[in-house]
């Protein structure tokens, strides 16, 4: 009996984890359609991300940072830089190399970006689900943070049973 359970747990896991991986991908996609920052490729979207994580920066390191040549890297740059999401700096270190980091007006738009996207999210909640469904939401986001996080489980939680 045991075994079964273990099956069961397992194929249900599975079932799961299968289910969570298209949900997040449609999240992903519709926060995408509420808020961007134009026609942007994924590679250029990745290189305004890595630049407000991880702050100002060169091509050579951005390069390096995504797995693509500097050439390449410089192509993307050259059209964030055109578009006015991206400038550079003379490397007060190396002059031969260009420090880049986000506009203000970048900065800018992805703060209502994230606000859109947010907004879209709060509404959706708000309209189509009850408070109590609300409650139980808000249980699954901190099951997904600990998921993510990956901290420990109750060796025996009873969690699906």
């Known amino acids: 009996m045991n075994e ?3 099956d069961a747990d397992i194929a249900r896991a599975l079932a799961l984890a299968g289910e969570l991986r298209v949900l997040s991908g449609k999240l992903k996609r519709r926060m995408r359609e509420e808020a961007n920052l134009g026609d942007l490729t994924w590679s250029q979207t990745r290189v305004l991300s890595v ?6 920066t060169t091509v050579t390191a951005l390069a390096r ?3 693509v040549r500097p050439q390449s890297m410089g192509e993307t ?3 964030l830089k055109a578009a006015g999401l991206v ?3 003379p490397d007060p270190a190396d002059g031969r190399q260009t420090v880049l980091s986000l506009t203000a ?4 738009a992805i703060k209502a970006g994230r606000a859109a ?3 879209w999210l709060f509404r959706a909640i708000r309209a189509k689900l009850a408070p109590a469904e609300q409650k139980k939401l808000a249980t699954a986001v901190e099951l997904l943070k600990r998921v993510l996080d990956g ?3 109750p060796e025996d939680s009873g969690a699906g049973r």
């Open 65 to 67: 940072a995504e797995g």
């Open 117 to 119: 996207r947010e907004d």
């Open 151 to 153: 901290g420990n489980v």
């Open 4 to 6: 079964q359970q273990d």
């Open 87 to 89: 400038s550079g700096e």
């Open 77 to 79: 740059v050259s059209v």
């Open 105 to 108: 007006a970048c900065r800018k």
């Open 51 to 56: 630049l407000e994580r991880e702050g100002p």
